[in-house]
């Protein structure tokens, strides 16, 4: 088998960073399609920024890269904990959630 070598990736110095804290995601029988945006509080009609689109063998390549990657941070940083009580939404508009025990 032939040896893998290391793909070297260029970042153009043109490329402008895009924060996103939203991905839409869709699919086709041959693509999956992945629009990130920002909800950001007053912005009532936030726009996509970005839109991905990848091959269902891409997107399960990816999985496993974002997955790998997840497992590395929280072995470095800790368990990223998620509220299912506390949502985007709630951060964003200021619903504060119940605290423990309370309803």
Do not use: C, W
């Not at 110095?13 to 804290?21: D, I, R």
């Not at 959630?97 to 309803?103: D, I, S, T, V």
Request: glycine share 6%; hydrophobic share 40%; proline share 11%.
């Amino acid at each position: 088998m032939a040896e893998l070598k290391p793909i070297e990736v260029q970042l153009p110095e043109s490329l402008t960073p895009v924060f996103a804290n939203m991905v839409r995601v869709s699919h086709t029988p041959g693509e999956f399609i992945l629009d990130f945006t920002a909800i950001l509080p007053g912005n009532t009609a936030p726009k996509v920024s970005s839109r991905i689109i990848l091959s269902p063998l891409g997107l399960k390549m990816m999985q496993q890269a974002v997955l790998e990657n997840l497992r590395r941070y929280e072995a470095s940083f800790g368990e990223i904990k998620l509220n299912p009580q506390h949502t985007l939404a709630d951060e964003l508009f200021g619903k504060t959630p119940p605290a423990p025990g309370e309803k």
